[in-house]
């Protein structure tokens, strides 16, 4: 007789964050690390996620080292944390982008971190194509040497420069890595936001860094 494997799953970080949400102030949740952990524990979830302020905060407060003893004493096996924009653009927006990609990654091996999730701006600013394909490039090879998949969670842009026969709604981009054991490869869209397909990247492990925006 055939066993069918009891299905894990992992609350996203809002699903314990309490009284906050995306665009509306502060991202930074007002429930105790402790709680919320013991809290989706108890609910029956095997996955945790957290966004940057709030891995912060915690790492300030209780480190690192106590949040993973939570995680473990709980019985969470799945850890995800959010959110990484502005990966392809320079200047200060970048700078900030930068800072955010070495906190989740530096986290990553503390925690036992699967995936990060990044994603667009709410800006809809026009962007290379190439720049953006090459910059996700980097961002998932960063990720592979953290040892996490960089996860792209589909958002409506930022839309290509490039022309196209499709409308902004619905810009793609696509990103292939050649010659490796593990391709890396990622379609973006603003038709499967909407229909709730989401698509990740599994990069392959070559780089050292979090992308520069300096050349």
């Keep these: 007789m055939t066993t ?3 299905p894990e799953f992992l609350a996203a970080c809002w699903t314990s964050a309490g009284d906050v949400m995306p665009a509306r102030g ?11 952990i013991e809290a989706v524990a108890q609910t ?9 302020p709030d891995l ?23 850890v995800q944390l959010e959110w990484i924009t502005n990966w392809w653009t320079t200047g200060e927006a970048r700078a900030v982008s930068d800072q955010v990609c070495r906190d989740l990654f530096e986290a990553a091996p503390v925690l036992g971190v699967d995936n990060i999730k990044v994603g667009a701006d709410d800006d809809g600013v026009p962007v290379s194509r190439d720049m953006l394909c090459e910059q996700f490039d980097a961002l998932a090879s ?24 499709r409308t902004p709604s619905t810009t793609e981009f696509r990103v292939e890595k050649a010659n490796s054991t593990s391709r890396s490869s990622s379609t973006q869209s603003a038709e499967s936001a909407s ?14 860094h979090c992308p520069s925006s300096t050349p």
């Design 4 to 6: 069918t494997p009891t």
């Design 26 to 36: 502060s991202d930074l949740s007002p429930v105790p690390i402790r709680e919320r």
């Design 44 to 52: 029956g979830y095997t996955g945790f996620g957290l966004t940057r």
């Design 56 to 78: 912060v905060a915690a790492r300030e407060t209780v480190g690192l080292g106590e949040v993973a003893k939570m995680l473990a004493h709980n019985g969470i096996t799945h």
């Design 142 to 165: 960063a990720g592979a040497e953290a040892g996490v998949k960089v996860s792209n969670s589909t958002t409506a842009g930022p839309p290509c420069e490039e022309p196209t026969s």
């Design 195 to 208: 229909t709730g397909r989401g698509v990740s990247s599994t990069c392959r492990r070559t780089s050292g």
